[in-house]
Each structure stands twice: as structure tokens, then as C-alpha cells.
């Protein structure tokens, strides 16, 4: 198979198929489309769940694992806690890049009020270069639950740009190659995108604006993110895909690359449906935080973009256009 992350269709017939055994207190389960599991403790409190790997990166590595993970929490208003941290590293790692890796995770953390709470390190000729997986479990009331559901008829806001993750990634493991091909401030600021990771600060505007459904982007880039809301919910939509925003600096790196950026894993963006999402754009610029309306849910299935005045089908997502290059 493509690298990547499994096809839907493989997931469907041969993962959640045998997914049987079901639980009272789970009260969201694993579903395409949505970021995390929801377990009921006690009548007002939540545990909520997630897990997330990193294989396509080789800089940052610890930093980053642990903000997508916490931003799956966020997507469904959770504060972060708890972090389980597996590392599996290849026979010639050093004690400095153990070190480093660490180093990293614990940024993270601090960033987003978590602890390190456990988990495993292994050397192992299973790998070829370090591989990192955070479990993330955070806290939520039952009255402030969101799900990745969105309802028909409301608008869909996005936070930030498209491709942040993607462009951080590329400008720094191909910045050889880069600085001799693009300005060299745009390089950098490419690289600095890493420092938008996190959407914690968007979700907490959004659960006390008492929005219906957010879904934090990642593989698939934000017309994968969009496809799984959609096929989660049953719902359409109608996207402005001129409307998606993008910095120059992902422009001019997806342009060198032959990639498109709305296919570029965007973890620091997150999706967002609710009524009025002027009044919620103003909130979040309000606090510093770039939002941008793109679309609308609708009450067919279609997921339509509209581009130059003309409608498109947008695809269910395939291979991450990191992986073309990576």
C-alpha cells in the first residue's frame, strides 16, 4: 500500500469492522472523522482521548508529537493532562538525540499544561529513524462536549493558514535545498510556522462561542479535513476554496515542489462549524487569532468547491503531499 495513512475504504472493512465490543461509558467512539474517544466519568465530567504518531519528520519531532496530539483534545474542548510518550529508535541513536527528542516533548508540554506521565523507550532495527507516538487524555465538563459532527446550514470557519505543519516541515528537512531556490526570509519564515501548532487558544474561544463541531486539520491537508467532517456527519458542503487562506511562504514551497498545499498536512489550523461565524471570526481576531469564512454546510451529501466560478467534487483524501517529497 501508499505510504501514508490507511485508505478509508481499508479502515472500514478491515479495522473498524472488527471493532465489536461496546462499552456504556464510551460515549464517542473511533469513527473516521473524528479526532478523539469520549469516555463518561461520573455524571458531569468527561475523560477524552487521543493518540497520534510521527513518521514523517525527522527535525522537531518531540515538539510537534505532542502538539498534534493535544490539538485532537482541543478539537473536542478538552483541556490537556496527561501525555504517554512511545519512542522507538534505531541502533544508532545517540544518548544526546534521546536527549534532544526530550528536550523537545517537554516544550510541548509546558506549552500546553500537560505532564508526561509515562510511557516506553525502545531500541529496536524495527525502524530506520526515530519514530514517536503520544496518547494525550485530557479533561472535559459534559455540557461543553464537542464532537467533529457538524450540523446542516452553518457556516465553516478555519483558524490561521493551510499547510502550516507541512511548510514548518519541508522548509527545515529540505532547507539545503530550499535556500539556494527561494528568498531566504521566506525560508525562514516557513521554518517559524511550527510556532502555530497548537489550536488550544481557538478551542477555548470556541466552546465558550458554543460552536457545534471542530476538527483540527492534519494528513490530508484542509480538503482532507473537510471530506471527513462531511462523511462523518452525513452533511454537504459548499467551499470557497479561493476563500482557504495561504501564506506566501507555503505558496512559494508547494510551487517548487509540484504540491498543493490544500492537500498539505495543516496540523495549527482547525475547522469550524456554527451559526454566525462573523460574530465568531471577530472573537477569535479579537485575541490575535487569523480566521477566515469558507463555506457552508448543507443538507445534501455533496461536498462541492468552488473555484474561478466553476463547482468541483472534493475527493476523499489520499496520500499527504508530504510523503511526494519526504
Not at 525527522?58 to 504517554?84: F, Q
Not at 532495527?125 to 455540557?143: E, F, H, N, Q, Y
Not at 469550524?272 to 471577530?282: K, S
Request: aromatic share 4%.
Amino acid at each position: 500500500m501508499k505510504i501514508g495513512k490507511v485508505p478509508f475504504s481499508v479502515l472500514q472493512e478491515n479495522v473498524f469492522h472488527h471493532i465489536q465490543n461496546k462499552r456504556p461509558e464510551i460515549l464517542v467512539g473511533s469513527a473516521i472523522g473524528e479526532d478523539c474517544s469520549i469516555i463518561e466519568f461520573g455524571p458531569d465530567d468527561l475523560c477524552v482521548v487521543s493518540t497520534d504518531p510521527i513518521t514523517g519528520a525527522t527535525e522537531n519531532i518531540g515538539y510537534i508529537a505532542v502538539h498534534i496530539t493535544c490539538n485532537d483534545l482541543a478539537s473536542n474542548g478538552a483541556e490537556p493532562i496527561g501525555l504517554l510518550i512511545t519512542l522507538l529508535l534505531p541502533p544508532f541513536t545517540t544518548e544526546e538525540e534521546i536527549n534532544a527528542i526530550m528536550q523537545q516533548i517537554e516544550k510541548g508540554a509546558t506549552e500546553v499544561n500537560a505532564q508526561v506521565i509515562g510511557g516506553h523507550t525502545e531500541i529496536t532495527d524495527a525502524v530506520t529513524r526515530p519514530v514517536i507516538s503520544v496518547a494525550g487524555i485530557g479533561k472535559s465538563l459534559k455540557k461543553a462536549m464537542i464532537t467533529s459532527k457538524p450540523k446542516p446550514n452553518e457556516d465553516i470557519i478555519m483558524t490561521k493558514w493551510a499547510a502550516l505543519e507541512g511548510t514548518a516541515i519541508i522548509a527545515k528537512e529540505k532547507e539545503e535545498w530550499l535556500k539556494d531556490k527561494m528568498d531566504t526570509e521566506l525560508l525562514r519564515k516557513g521554518q517559524a510556522s511550527i510556532q502555530y501548532l497548537s489550536v488550544l487558544p481557538e478551542s477555548r474561544i470556541a466552546v465558550d462561542f458554543g460552536v457545534s463541531a471542530m476538527h483540527d486539520i492534519t494528513e490530508g491537508g484542509v480538503l482532507g479535513a473537510l471530506w471527513e467532517m462531511a462523511h462523518y456527519a452525513g452533511v454537504g458542503m459548499e467551499i470557497e476554496m479561493d476563500q482557504i487562506p495561504i501564506k506566501e511562504e507555503t505558496r512559494v514551497i508547494c510551487e517548487l515542489f509540484n504540491i498543493d498545499p490544500l492537500r498539505l498536512i495543516s496540523s495549527g489550523s482547525m475547522l469550524i462549524t456554527c451559526q454566525d461565524g462573523a460574530e465568531l471570526i471577530q472573537r477569535f481576531r479579537a485575541q490575535g487569532i487569523e480566521a477566515s469564512l469558507i463555506g457552508r454546510t448543507t443538507e445534501e451529501t455533496d461536498i462541492i468547491g468552488m473555484k474561478n466560478n466553476k463547482r468541483v467534487i472534493i475527493a476523499p483524501p489520499d496520500v499527504d503531499e508530504l510523503y511526494k517529497i519526504m
